[in-house]
T-cell receptor, first 117, second 112 residues
C-alpha cells in the first residue's frame, strides 16, 4: 500500500485567488492522479501526473486553470487558479501502488476541502 | 464515453441485515473494477477485481465480477452501524492512459 498526505487539509479562499495543494507519498510511484469531488457528487479525474512529463488533463479541465507539478516520484502539486465558488470541492490525490497481493491498486490521500467565498 | 452506474443510490437497513450493492459499467479497454468505502473525505480501498467469477472476501464483505454481463456486486452481511458510508464503484480502463471512472456511489445507512 501507500501512505499519502496532503496539505492543506482545508482552506477557505476568496474568489480570484489561487491555492496550491501538495501531495506527498511515502514511496516512489510512477503515476499520480488528481481528483475533484464536488458536494454530493462522485469523484471526477482532473489529470494524471507522471514524473518527467506534462500532466494529461481530462475533458473539461485545462492546464491554465489547474496547473500541476511533478518534480519527483514522491511529490506533486495541484494549483486551483483564479478561483470561483464553483471550485468549492474536495480535491484528492491518488497513486497506484502494489497491494498486499502484489497487484497494483489505487490509494487516496485524505483530501483537501476547499471553500471559495 | 466510459460509464459506471451504481444502484441503489441510497439504502437504509437495520443492523444485522444483509445488503447487496450493484455496479454496472460500459468502458473501453476494461482493466479492473474497484470498490471503495468513503466515510468522511478519502475513499478507502476495499477490493480490486479483474477476473470474472472469482469472489473476493474480507470479513463480512465480499464482491464478485461478471465481465460478460459487465457488472459487479458488493455484499455486506450482518451489517453494523459502522458500515454506514458511501460505497463507490470505479472501473479502471485504458492502456498507457489508464484512469478510473467512478460511479455516483451508494449511500448506505445502517440503523441500530
Amino acid at each position: 500500500s501507500a501512505v499519502i498526505s496532503q496539505k492543506p487539509s482545508r482552506d477557505i479562499c476568496q474568489r480570484g485567488t489561487s491555492l496550491t495543494i501538495q501531495c506527498q507519498v511515502d514511496s516512489q510511484v510512477t503515476m499520480m492522479f488528481w481528483y475533484r469531488q464536488q458536494p454530493g457528487q462522485s469523484l471526477t479525474l482532473i489529470a494524471t501526473a507522471n514524473q518527467g512529463s506534462e500532466a494529461t488533463y481530462e475533458s473539461g479541465f485545462v492546464i491554465d486553470k489547474f496547473p500541476i507539478s511533478r518534480p519527483n516520484l514522491t511529490f506533486s502539486t495541484l494549483t486551483v487558479s483564479n478561483m470561483s465558488p464553483e471550485d468549492s470541492s474536495i480535491y484528492l490525490c491518488s497513486v497506484d501502488a502494489p497491494g498486499l497481493a502484489g497487484a497494483y491498486e489505487q490509494y487516496f490521500g485524505p483530501g483537501t476541502r476547499l471553500t471559495v467565498t | 464515453e466510459d460509464k459506471v452506474v451504481q444502484s441503489p443510490l441510497s439504502l437504509v437497513v437495520h443492523e444485522g441485515d444483509t445488503v447487496t450493492l450493484n455496479c454496472s459499467y460500459e468502458v473501453t479497454n476494461f482493466r479492473s473494477l474497484l470498490w471503495y468505502k468513503q466515510e468522511k473525505k478519502a475513499p478507502t480501498f476495499l477490493f480490486m477485481l479483474t477476473s470474472s467469477g472469482i469472489e473476493k472476501k474480507s470479513g463480512r464483505l465480499s464482491s464478485i465480477l461478471d465481465k460478460k454481463e459487465l457488472f459487479s456486486i458488493l455484499n455486506i452481511t450482518a451489517t453494523q452501524t459502522g458500515d454506514s458510508a458511501i460505497y463507490l464503484c470505479a472501473v479502471g480502463s485504458g492502456g498507457s492512459n489508464y484512469k478510473l471512472t467512478f460511479g455516483k456511489g451508494t449511500l448506505l445507512t445502517v440503523n441500530p
